[in-house]
């Protein structure tokens, strides 16, 4: 069982960033493959951005790229996204996911992550 907890959202100026942390409590962290996904207001999820087992390749949907950048610590089970250059359009409820199929997880299939936390609320102003 793993168990998810993001934090780091809050209101930001557009231009501003952020930085997510989403906390593991997993018995080997390194054996999942982590990612980020958003749902904003009457839209549908979207696929942020993911990250193989133990911080190797990492996929970020092309909206975010060259903005987002995904890490990883193993050794303090810990994922990060952080967020640069915000757009208002990034204004989102930001959820962490695990998943123990990397080949799943870079095409940003939500069927690929078994576990899932509550999120965190990202507020870019314009």
């Known amino acids: 069982q793993v168990h998810l907890v993001e934090s780091g959202g809050g209101l930001v100026q557009a231009g501003g960033s952020l930085r997510l942390s989403c906390a593991a409590s997993?018995?080997?962290?390194?054996?999942?493959?982590m990612g980020w996904f958003r749902q904003a207001p009457g839209k549908e999820q979207e696929f942020v951005a993911a990250i193989s087992y133990s911080g190797g390749p990492t996929k970020l949907v092309d909206s975010v790229k060259g903005r987002f950048t995904l890490s990883r610590d193993i050794t303090e089970n810990m994922l990060y996204l952080q967020m640069d250059s915000l757009k208002p359009e990034d204004t989102a409820v930001y959820l962490c996911?695990?998943?123990?199929?990397?080949?799943?997880?870079?095409?940003?299939?939500?069927?690929?992550?078994?576990?899932w936390g509550q999120g965190t609320q990202v507020t870019v102003s314009s």
């Open positions: 996911a695990a998943g123990p199929r990397w080949t799943g997880a870079e095409q940003g299939d939500p069927a690929a992550f078994d576990y």
């Open positions: 997993a018995p080997r962290f390194s054996r999942y493959a």
